[in-house]
């Protein structure tokens, strides 16, 4: 059974750090595409960042690029996302989720068959 189970999240202020954990069990971690994904207030879910196996290139949305730094440390089975500078506008229940049956990522950068955390909230004051 694939699990994963995020943890880090909390309450930070604008400008300040914060590093999520994501461990992995259940699966062949370091054979599929990996990512971290967001949903805020009234939004979609949408893909934070993402690690295609097959090239080991990362894809960051926009938004996060320079700010927030996606990891991952095989041996733990565990990937990080370090999450600087933050805004309010970052606040959201933060996935992590893994690609089903590919290696790589879409290229939107994002994972199309996933399984998925439960989440960690990450809230952001002004």
């Known amino acids: 059974e694939v699990q994963l189970v995020e943890s880090g999240g909390g309450l930070v202020q604008d400008g300040g750090s914060l590093r999520l954990s994501c461990v992995a069990s259940?699966?062949?971690?370091?054979?599929?595409?990996i990512g971290w994904f967001r949903q805020g207030p009234g939004k979609e879910r949408q893909a934070v960042s993402c690690?295609?196996?097959?090239?080991?290139?990362?894809a960051y949305d926009p938004s996060v690029r320079g700010r927030f730094t996606m990891s991952t440390d095989d041996a733990k089975h565990t990937v990080y996302l370090q999450m600087n500078s933050l805004k309010p506008e970052d606040t959201a229940v933060y996935y992590c989720?893994?690609?089903?049956?590919?290696?790589?990522?879409?290229?939107?950068?994002?994972?199309?068959?996933?399984?998925w955390g439960q989440g960690t909230q990450v809230t952001v004051s002004s």
């Open positions: 989720a893994v690609e089903r049956y590919r290696n790589w990522c879409s290229a939107s950068g994002s994972i199309t068959e996933a399984f």
């Open positions: 259940g699966f062949t971690f370091d054979s599929y595409a």
């Open positions: 690690f295609s196996r097959s090239d080991g290139s990362i």
